[in-house]
């Protein structure tokens, strides 16, 4: 177990390590300097502004700094932004994502759960066949089209909930459920197919012949043991929850990261968009670990060790 | 070369005492290993339990015929893609009209006039009635052309997408399962790396350092995703090779490319082939993303995407801009979905939905999706 946490942590290093040094070598194949703009600067004041930055120094002594500032979580300024430092921008944008993201979560485990139960215990009946059709349809519509249809009924046509912004919880509704939408169908898929060859074991059948209720064998027995594919689920899901969001925050324009993130693209305000990048990947692969040792504590039955070859 | 397995120890024992009947094979004979016959039978299974599948027999119709519309729908229409009329801009679906105008000599056209009433013809100028059946754009572009054209464009980026993943994925995870040993350890550890990273984020750094067009998307979309696939093969080829007809074929003379690609990879094809139309929809879908943001093909070209991007510019006023791109995205990654569910099932009617046992594994199946 210790060994296997090790192992990950050191692959999660290289990876960032990865992730940092072609970050670095992207910003500086991309033509055209940071400063380089319409109007042409002085060149005394194009020289401090390369002396400040440090342009001036050969790219191996860049490269240096840039990875020993980057392990020092200092992802430098913005370019388009005068003033304001990555740093700046993630602390503002990341809160606001966070609680998005983890409304979204919980909203897609609780139905998903729900859904693929009901499917279950009614293995090839309507309930199943309907849950299902829900599902694959859930898993097809991209999350963006989602947000559109949602926003032109609730909010264009219903006038119940506003269509943009951020701040009481009524803005938060159609996006998390936007977003929700894919997570939940595919926990629903894993819960359906796991529940069933659940409910075919032995123990379930020794529950109900000791004459327990049907609402405890369902939950203390047989959703307890489906459960463990949705543990699993946990990092692929919020590693699509927050990059999904991307797109679901520019379109109900939430101050989000995401929002931030995607108008750094369209601004090309590189040192922004590879900040994040950083700052999303290392954010990410910790939750991914931070899930697979929660899964161990979970199910007994999983054990963490280094693939069999 | 050959694994040292205790199987083969005890076969080379049992062998010795009728060593008389026994000569070796010149290295690379493939007479006897040529002497087989092709499995059909499981090849019809496969395509008959697909036809038994109505559900996944028609979303293979659906694609076909999406396929087929989007090869001659352009040409169903007089309009071209990328030919404005200003003064026809956000109109509704079917909305007629008559053009009048005349032919250069060079085979470009001039519009003299247009109105919704029959125009009179004059010497020299032509009338035409035309109908926006899906309306138009907020640029007087008809959407049914663009939409068709953005079909090419999706299913093209999906098709070639599924096929680089494809080259490349089973190429590289069959390499690292048949050879094993330190090669396998190697480019195993470089598939851990890099998918440790999230695959958007990815995307959209090539797609940043890319000059952005269909290219990049290509490149981008196919340098990801054949990371689960590598892994998915990698297991096939490591449980399999094992197998009995795999030392048969080695006896017959056969050579360690021909065993991997003869032998190994067509029974391993299964999961391959699920997992490859599974990623057609994905790279739809992602081309759509990044079009959205505004990473994907440049203006005029239409895609999918950047026709849900301009639809959304009015979704308040003028719904159907954004109703017909968005609906076609969703049938074409429905159909594609349930397609490789039912290909699954077709290949394998023992497993339904993938059974997840350990961590590992969520590589394997499709649980890398993006939302």
Same mark, same amino acid.
């Given at each position: 177990?210790?060994?296997?946490?090790?192992?990950?942590?050191?692959?999660?290093?290289?990876?960032?390590?990865?992730?940092? &040094?072609?970050?670095? $070598?992207?910003?500086?194949? %991309?033509?055209?300097?940071? +400063? =380089?703009?319409?109007?042409? !600067?002085? #060149?005394?004041?194009?020289?401090?502004?390369?002396?400040?930055?440090?342009?001036?120094?050969?790219?191996?002594?860049?490269?240096?700094?840039?990875?020993?500032?980057?392990?020092?979580?200092?992802?430098?300024?913005?370019?388009?932004?005068?003033?304001?430092?990555?740093?700046?921008?993630?602390?503002?944008?990341?809160?606001?994502?966070?609680?998005?993201?983890?409304?979204?979560?919980?909203?897609?485990?609780?139905?998903?759960?729900?859904?693929?139960?009901?499917?279950?215990?009614?293995?090839?009946?309507?309930?199943?066949?309907?849950?299902?059709?829900?599902?694959?349809?859930?898993? &097809?519509?991209?999350? $963006?089209?989602?947000?559109? %249809?949602?926003?032109?009924? +609730? =909010?264009?046509?219903?006038? !119940?909930? #506003?269509?943009?912004?951020?701040?009481?919880?009524?803005?938060?509704?159609?996006?998390?459920?936007?977003?929700?939408?894919?997570?939940?169908?595919?926990?629903?898929?894993?819960?359906?197919?796991?529940?069933?060859?659940?409910?075919?074991?032995?123990?379930?059948?020794?529950?109900?012949?000791?004459?327990?209720?049907?609402?405890?064998?369902?939950?203390?027995?047989?959703?307890?043991?489906?459960?463990?594919?949705?543990?699993?689920?946990?990092?692929?899901?919020?590693?699509?929850?927050?990059?999904?969001?991307?797109?679901?925050?520019?379109?109900?324009?939430?101050?989000?990261?995401?929002?931030?993130?995607?108008?750094?693209?369209?601004?090309?305000?590189?040192?922004?968009?590879?900040?994040?990048?950083?700052?999303?990947?290392?954010?990410?692969?910790?939750?991914?670990?931070?899930?697979?040792?929660?899964?161990?504590?979970?199910?007994?039955?999983?054990?963490?060790?280094?693939?069999?070859? | 070369?050959?694994?040292?397995?205790?199987?083969?120890?005890?076969?080379?024992?049992?062998?010795?005492?009728?060593?008389?009947?026994?000569?070796?094979?010149?290295?690379?004979?493939?007479?006897?290993?040529?002497?087989?016959?092709?499995?059909?039978?499981?090849?019809?299974?496969?395509?008959?339990?697909?036809?038994?599948?109505?559900?996944?027999?028609?979303?293979?119709?659906?694609?076909?015929?999406?396929?087929?519309?989007?090869?001659?729908?352009?040409?169903?229409?007089?309009?071209?893609?990328?030919?404005?009329?200003?003064?026809?801009?956000?109109?509704?679906?079917?909305?007629?009209?008559?053009?009048?105008?005349?032919?250069?000599?060079?085979?470009?056209?001039?519009?003299?006039?247009?109105?919704?009433?029959?125009?009179?013809?004059?010497?020299?100028?032509?009338?035409?009635?035309?109908?926006?059946?899906?309306?138009?754009?907020?640029?007087?572009?008809?959407?049914?052309?663009?939409?068709?054209?953005?079909?090419?464009?999706?299913?093209?980026?999906?098709?070639?997408?599924?096929?680089?993943?494809?080259?490349?994925?089973?190429?590289?995870?069959?390499?690292?399962?048949?050879?094993?040993?330190?090669?396998?350890?190697?480019?195993?550890?470089?598939?851990?790396?890099?998918?440790?990273?999230?695959?958007?984020?990815?995307?959209?750094?090539?797609?940043?350092?890319?000059?952005?067009?269909?290219?990049?998307?290509?490149?981008?979309?196919?340098?990801?995703?054949?990371?689960?696939?590598?892994?998915?093969?990698?297991?096939?080829?490591?449980?399999?090779?094992?197998?009995?007809?795999?030392?048969?074929?080695?006896?017959?003379?056969?050579?360690?490319?021909?065993?991997?690609?003869?032998?190994?990879?067509?029974?391993?094809?299964?999961?391959?082939?699920?997992?490859?139309?599974?990623?057609?929809?994905?790279?739809?879908?992602?081309?759509?993303?990044?079009?959205?943001?505004?990473?994907?093909?440049?203006?005029?070209?239409?895609?999918?995407?950047?026709?849900?991007?301009?639809?959304?510019?009015?979704?308040?006023?003028?719904?159907?801009?954004?109703?017909?791109?968005?609906?076609?995205?969703?049938?074409?990654?429905?159909?594609?979905?349930?397609?490789?569910?039912?290909?699954?099932?077709?290949?394998?009617?023992?497993?339904?939905?993938?059974?997840?046992?350990?961590?590992?594994?969520?590589?394997?199946?499709?649980?890398?999706?993006?939302?």
């Amino acid at each position: 177990m210790a060994r296997y946490i090790l192992r990950r942590v050191g692959t999660m290093l290289l990876a960032l390590f990865f992730i940092v &040094s072609a970050t670095f $070598f992207m910003l500086k194949a %991309i033509p055209g300097g940071p +400063f =380089a703009s319409e109007k042409k !600067l002085p #060149p005394s004041i194009e020289e401090n502004i390369t002396k400040k930055y440090h342009l001036d120094d050969p790219w191996y002594i860049q490269y240096r700094d840039y990875l020993i500032r980057t392990a020092e979580f200092d992802l430098g300024p913005s370019y388009r932004y005068e003033g304001r430092t990555v740093n700046d921008i993630i602390a503002d944008g990341f809160p606001v994502s966070a609680q998005l993201g983890f409304v979204t979560v919980l909203i897609s485990i609780v139905t998903g759960i729900s859904l693929g139960t009901i499917a279950a215990l009614n293995r090839n009946k309507f309930h199943d066949y309907f849950a299902m059709i829900l599902a694959t349809l859930g898993f &097809s519509v991209p999350s $963006f089209i989602v947000a559109f %249809i949602l926003m032109y009924i +609730f =909010a264009y046509k219903l006038r !119940l909930l #506003p269509p943009a912004l951020w701040g009481t919880w009524k803005h938060l509704v159609l996006p998390a459920v936007s977003l929700s939408f894919v997570p939940t169908a595919v926990i629903a898929r894993l819960i359906r197919s796991n529940m069933v060859e659940v409910l075919q074991q032995d123990y379930i059948k020794t529950a109900k012949a000791k004459g327990l209720k049907k609402t405890i064998v369902i939950y203390r027995h047989a959703l307890r043991n489906a459960i463990t594919p949705v543990v699993i689920y946990l990092g692929p899901l919020v590693t699509g929850i927050f990059t999904g969001s991307f797109v679901i925050e520019h379109i109900f324009a939430i101050p989000g990261l995401g929002r931030h993130f995607v108008m750094s693209i369209q601004n090309r305000d590189y040192t922004v968009i590879l900040g994040i990048t950083v700052f999303y990947s290392l954010f990410l692969m910790t939750m991914n670990l931070a899930v697979d040792i929660m899964l161990t504590v979970i199910d007994p039955r999983v054990q963490l060790v280094d693939e069999k070859r | 070369m050959a694994p040292n397995t205790p199987r083969d120890d005890q076969a080379a024992q049992a062998l010795t005492y009728e060593q008389e009947l026994f000569k070796p094979l010149k290295k690379n004979n493939l007479q006897n290993e040529l002497n087989t016959t092709l499995n059909i039978i499981y090849r019809q299974n496969v395509w008959w339990r697909l036809k038994e599948n109505r559900l996944g027999f028609s979303a293979l119709a659906i694609i076909i015929l999406l396929s087929i519309l989007a090869i001659i729908g352009p040409y169903l229409t007089p309009f071209s893609y990328s030919g404005q009329i200003l003064a026809l801009k956000n109109k509704a679906p079917g909305y007629t009209f008559y053009l009048k105008y005349k032919e250069n000599s060079n085979g470009t056209i001039k519009i003299i006039e247009y109105s919704e009433k029959p125009l009179k013809n004059e010497e020299g100028f032509k009338v035409e009635k035309r109908i926006f059946w899906f309306g138009s754009d907020a640029l007087g572009r008809d959407l049914f052309t663009r939409l068709w054209h953005g079909a090419r464009i999706s299913l093209f980026i999906g098709i070639v997408t599924a096929f680089i993943v494809f080259i490349i994925g089973v190429t590289y995870g069959g390499i690292a399962g048949y050879f094993g040993g330190w090669i396998d350890e190697i480019m195993m550890r470089i598939v851990e790396i890099l998918a440790g990273i999230p695959f958007l984020l990815y995307v959209i750094l090539l797609m940043v350092l890319l000059e952005p067009g269909l290219k990049a998307i290509l490149i981008a979309l196919g340098v990801v995703y054949w990371l689960p696939l590598a892994r998915l093969v990698r297991g096939q080829i490591l449980s399999l090779k094992e197998q009995e007809y795999v030392d048969a074929a080695r006896v017959a003379g056969a050579g360690s490319w021909r065993i991997l690609f003869k032998h190994l990879l067509p029974n391993a094809l299964g999961p391959i082939i699920v997992y490859v139309t599974l990623a057609i929809p994905e790279a739809i879908f992602t081309e759509a993303w990044l079009s959205f943001v505004g990473l994907g093909v440049g203006a005029p070209i239409a895609s999918w995407g950047s026709l849900v991007k301009e639809g959304f510019q009015g979704i308040g006023s003028y719904p159907w801009q954004l109703f017909f791109p968005a609906f076609f995205i969703t049938l074409t990654i429905l159909a594609f979905n349930i397609l490789g569910d039912s290909l699954r099932d077709a290949f394998d009617p023992r497993c339904g939905l993938p059974v997840v046992t350990s961590p590992r594994s969520k590589s394997v199946n499709r649980l890398t999706k993006n939302f």
